[in-house]
């Protein structure tokens, strides 16, 4: 079941972006919004506020890719970093394990696999670019079994 929903923040200050449209698009996405907007060490977030343009394995087309955030933070050592954070469950950030017999569900996972590796890439060469740094946050991160 997928969950969605608008988020409502509790400090609008902090959000750069369009405060009326957060939209969550499962439970550990409101989890890390409820994070950032109520996180004091947060700075400044936004959510799919912006794009990074990359090339499709599947089509071989370029393709906008809208990251789930991003953030700037102050680290428990003082310094300001800024991340761009993608929330994606652990089972597709790795290869999915190869089938003795290939079904339309692994196809598709070793497509959706690949997408995500070019999209990651992307967001690897944009954050490089610009003093942000790229994290992939699962369930392990987020505290969730």
């Known amino acids: 079941m ?3 929903g608008k988020y409502k923040l509790s400090f609008p200050e902090k959000y750069k ?8 698009r499962s439970l550990w996405e409101r989890k ?4 950032c907007d109520t996180n004091e060490n947060i700075l400044e977030w936004s959510n799919e506020e912006m794009f990074v343009w990359y090339k499709s394995p599947l089509d071989g087309k370029p393709h906008r890719y809208f990251p ?3 953030i700037k933070v102050k680290e428990s050592s003082g310094v300001i970093k800024k991340y761009m954070i993608e929330i994606k469950p652990k089972r597709q950030t ?3 394990p190869k089938p003795k017999r290939q079904t339309k569900q692994y196809i598709s996972e070793v497509y959706e696999y690949a997408k995500n590796q070019s999209k990651w890439e992307a967001a690897r060469e944009w954050c490089a670019d610009r003093g942000y740094e790229f994290k992939v946050i699962t369930e392990n991160e987020l505290g969730i079994k």
């Open 17 to 24: 972006g369009d405060p009326t449209n957060i939209i969550y």
């Open 32 to 35: 890390f919004m409820k994070y």
């Open 94 to 96: 790795v290869p999915p």
């Open 68 to 70: 789930d955030f991003l």
């Open 2 to 4: 997928s969950y969605k």
